[in-house]
């Protein structure tokens, strides 16, 4: 059942939702200063707008997010900009700024936000890469925005290099911690398999053709068209689990399976391998349910205690939408 009061737009499940049009649209890279194709994508755009200046029905940002850590080629400085971005620590005052990474989250809250407010950019696409082979995935905190949902279902018909997927964390608004998040609408889109620091071609191919379609979406959806409704794959995060440590030193005493790395969204089920410990022993999924694994061995999240990410997957149905401007 769809609730009126979640859904104030949607007068029954047949009718068309009438959505305010997204004028204005942030194309961010170099949240984190190693992941190269975002990287390098705003550096394309930025050359680009300087040559051409060409005028765009919608107002498109394009920002380098963290560029010290960008002329370092590295995740970040001081701190993870991309946990800079809750209600709380985008608050604090300027003597409780300890670090770069948190004084720059409040520049692009200025720029891009504020958060919350009116004057928000209406949806911001935060590029990153993923060392996981996780295809294209947005990253966003709802499992009920339209407008993100129907561009995931767009990229899904109309990219065909890569599988796309919509990623859900269920997390209050107020705790969101991303950049994305500072938009009215946002997402990650997080593209892999590619190493930090290094740039494949058909990984950066992809990510220009997925910005290039949602740019054209956004045309499309504020020249008055109408996107038909359907559903689309939700995989929502339930859960991160750890590598095997020591439990004194809290070393790493395993690694991710062979059968288990690179089989993003393939279904883990009870019992299957998930660990091979350095002594050579499988340690195999304890879980009750079986789930979708996801971030598989990503690189930057050895610091953050994550060998990888379980998710529980179900069908949203999503409306027809249109814009309401015209
Ligand atoms: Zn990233």
């Given at each position: 059942m769809m609730n009126r009061e979640r859904h104030?737009?949607?007068?029954?499940?047949?009718d068309t939702v009438m959505l305010p049009a997204l004028s204005r649209v942030a194309v961010c890279g170099?949240?984190?200063?190693?992941?190269?194709s975002g990287v390098y994508l705003v550096h394309e755009r930025l050359k680009r707008r300087k040559k051409s200046q060409v005028m765009e029905p919608v107002a498109v940002v394009t920002v380098m997010s963290n560029p010290r850590a960008v002329q370092r080629c590295?995740?970040?400085?001081?701190?993870?900009?991309?946990?800079?971005?809750?209600h709380a620590m985008l608050s604090l005052s300027a003597s409780e700024q300890t670090s770069y990474e948190l004084v720059r989250s409040q520049e692009l809250n200025s720029l891009l936000g504020?958060?919350?407010?009116?004057?928000?950019?209406?949806l911001i696409c935060d590029l990153h890469n993923t060392?996981?082979?996780?295809?294209l995935c947005l990253i966003?905190?709802?499992?009920?925005d339209w407008i993100c949902l129907h561009i995931c279902k767009y990229l899904q018909r109309e990219m065909a290099t890569i599988p796309v997927r919509y990623i859900h964390y269920d997390i209050p608004r107020s705790e969101a911690?991303?950049?994305?998040?500072?938009?009215k609408h946002g997402f990650a889109m997080e593209i892999g398999p590619q190493p930090h620091g290094l740039i494949r071609a058909n990984i950066f191919m992809a990510m220009q053709e997925a910005v290039q379609l949602l740019l054209d979406w956004v045309r499309l959806f504020n020249s008055g068209a109408q996107f038909e409704g359907g559903s689309v794959d939700v995989y929502t995060l339930v859960k991160n689990i750890d590598y095997p440590r020591d439990?004194?030193?809290?070393?790493?005493i395993a690694a991710v399976h062979p059968d288990l790395?690179?089989?993003?969204f393939c279904l883990l089920h009870p019992g299957d391998p998930m660990f091979l410990s350095f002594s050579g022993e499988t340690l195999r999924y304890k879980g009750k349910e079986p789930l979708y694994p996801f971030f598989?061995?990503?690189?930057?999240?050895y610091e953050k205690a994550v060998a990888l990410s379980l998710a529980r997957r179900r069908k949203v149905e999503i409306p027809a939408i249109r814009s309401s401007r015209m």
């Amino acid at each position: 059942m769809m609730n009126r009061e979640r859904h104030p737009h949607l007068r029954n499940k047949e009718d068309t939702v009438m959505l305010p049009a997204l004028s204005r649209v942030a194309v961010c890279g170099g949240t984190h200063g190693n992941e190269l194709s975002g990287v390098y994508l705003v550096h394309e755009r930025l050359k680009r707008r300087k040559k051409s200046q060409v005028m765009e029905p919608v107002a498109v940002v394009t920002v380098m997010s963290n560029p010290r850590a960008v002329q370092r080629c590295v995740r970040y400085t001081e701190t993870d900009l991309n946990r800079c971005f809750t209600h709380a620590m985008l608050s604090l005052s300027a003597s409780e700024q300890t670090s770069y990474e948190l004084v720059r989250s409040q520049e692009l809250n200025s720029l891009l936000g504020p958060k919350g407010s009116a004057e928000a950019m209406d949806l911001i696409c935060d590029l990153h890469n993923t060392t996981a082979n996780m295809g294209l995935c947005l990253i966003t905190y709802s499992d009920s925005d339209w407008i993100c949902l129907h561009i995931c279902k767009y990229l899904q018909r109309e990219m065909a290099t890569i599988p796309v997927r919509y990623i859900h964390y269920d997390i209050p608004r107020s705790e969101a911690y991303s950049l994305d998040s500072v938009g009215k609408h946002g997402f990650a889109m997080e593209i892999g398999p590619q190493p930090h620091g290094l740039i494949r071609a058909n990984i950066f191919m992809a990510m220009q053709e997925a910005v290039q379609l949602l740019l054209d979406w956004v045309r499309l959806f504020n020249s008055g068209a109408q996107f038909e409704g359907g559903s689309v794959d939700v995989y929502t995060l339930v859960k991160n689990i750890d590598y095997p440590r020591d439990p004194h030193t809290h070393t790493i005493i395993a690694a991710v399976h062979p059968d288990l790395q690179d089989r993003d969204f393939c279904l883990l089920h009870p019992g299957d391998p998930m660990f091979l410990s350095f002594s050579g022993e499988t340690l195999r999924y304890k879980g009750k349910e079986p789930l979708y694994p996801f971030f598989i061995n990503e690189s930057a999240y050895y610091e953050k205690a994550v060998a990888l990410s379980l998710a529980r997957r179900r069908k949203v149905e999503i409306p027809a939408i249109r814009s309401s401007r015209m």
